[in-house]
């Protein structure tokens, strides 16, 4: 039987057949036979344990060949890009007067007692509230700004996997610091979800948002390496593939199934592409996958009645090649502070 060559690939090959393709190919024998067919036909890089893969190049009228070899999936080492706030360039959004998502979701009252302000205290605190340091959320971003007081020492690891040129070290871009700041921040005005959480951060963007698939992968093969020696509870993606496709065939999806089954929850954004409400394809990995937990975003009007709230404009949603309804919830993401490191590309968009 023939193997799976993704759709552009096989355009590729037909339109430009003597060009240089990058290419991520998936075998069922594992990584090292992708890898070892991979040079056969063309050059292999880095292997992939976590997705049976093996990434590197390959001459596209050579695509036909590599097909005819069985239990293989080749498709491009596609561009990955950040899901950026408000869902348009330039438009961040006003923040509001007073922090109000976290009582809107309820976050707070799991907070230790001494995040929460005396004001804002039931006259008898009968809530079980988290004691010491939560587990560790690994954010696979553009990095952070770990010396930022909103993080303390609760910078486990910090770990640089992009391998495009032009990326600064920390955050260049600036999106990192503020999914992880809303995630797990312990700033005194503006406190994140889980302000008592470890953080680790595995920077595989550029400073222009940009990052290739098998950047993404190799973070998730470092989280699964590493899960148990930082107590890595929970994987954030707030980022997606460039190209539509099924998660049968994606490696990003692959590698993140690994993460779920290894007990790892994987969180990923919905994306922010959608106009005017309308429905759209979800078929971007990695929240095209049904184990990756889809999040999209509310408007909560800076209210805390959810009677008012809303889903943002431009919040994705619909369902993916494979069927099913994505997003499984959705959280605030609008009208919402966090931190941005001055002079990232964030900051002064």
Excluded: C
Excluded at 94 to 102: L, N, T, V
Excluded at 159 to 172: A, E, F, H, K
Excluded at 325 to 347: D, N
């Amino acid at each position: 039987m023939r193997s799976y060559i993704a759709p552009s690939l096989e355009r590729t090959a037909a339109d430009t057949p003597s060009a240089t393709v990058q290419v991520i190919v998936q075998s069922d024998a594992g990584a090292a036979d992708a890898r070892s067919v991979l040079n056969t036909y063309g050059t292999a890089d880095t292997q992939f344990g976590i997705a049976d893969a093996s990434v590197g190049s390959i001459q596209a009228s050579a695509l036909d060949d590599l097909a005819t070899v069985p239990g293989l999936v080749v498709t491009p080492n596609n561009p990955v890009a950040l899901d950026a706030p408000g869902g348009q360039a330039g438009l961040k959004g006003a923040p509001g007067s007073d922090p109000i998502w976290q009582k809107a979701v309820g976050v707070d009252q799991l907070w230790p007692e001494s995040f929460v302000p005396a004001k804002h205290r039931p006259p008898k605190d009968t809530v079980p509230r988290i004691s010491g340091t939560g587990p560790t959320i690994a954010f696979v971003d553009s990095g952070i700004e770990a010396g930022r007081a909103d993080f303390g020492s609760r910078v486990l690891a910090d770990v640089n996997l992009s391998d495009l040129p032009n990326n600064s070290p920390g955050d260049g871009f600036g999106h990192g610091t503020l999914v992880a700041g809303l995630a797990a921040g312990a700033n005194a005005t503006y406190t994140g979800a889980a302000p008592t959480a470890g953080i680790v951060s595995l920077d595989v963007m550029d400073d222009n948002g940009m990052a290739r698939t098998s950047d993404v992968i190799r973070a998730a093969q470092w989280i699964l390496a590493n899960h148990d020696r930082y107590d890595i509870r929970v994987a954030n993606f707030s980022l997606h593939s460039t190209t539509p496709t099924s998660f049968r065939w994606d490696p990003l999806d692959k590698a993140i199934e690994k993460l779920w089954f290894a007990g790892v929850v994987v969180v990923a954004s919905a994306g922010n592409d959608t106009k005017g409400g309308q429905q759209i394809r979800m078929g971007f990995a990695p929240a095209n996958d049904p184990f990756a937990i889809a999040v999209g975003a509310l408007d909560l009007h800076n209210s805390t009645n959810l009677q008012l709230t809303t889903v943002a404009p431009w919040s994705d949603w619909g369902y993916t090649f494979d069927g099913f309804a994505k997003p499984e919830l959705s959280a605030p993401g609008r009208t919402i502070t966090g931190p941005v490191p001055a002079g990232s590309t964030l900051a002064n968009t």
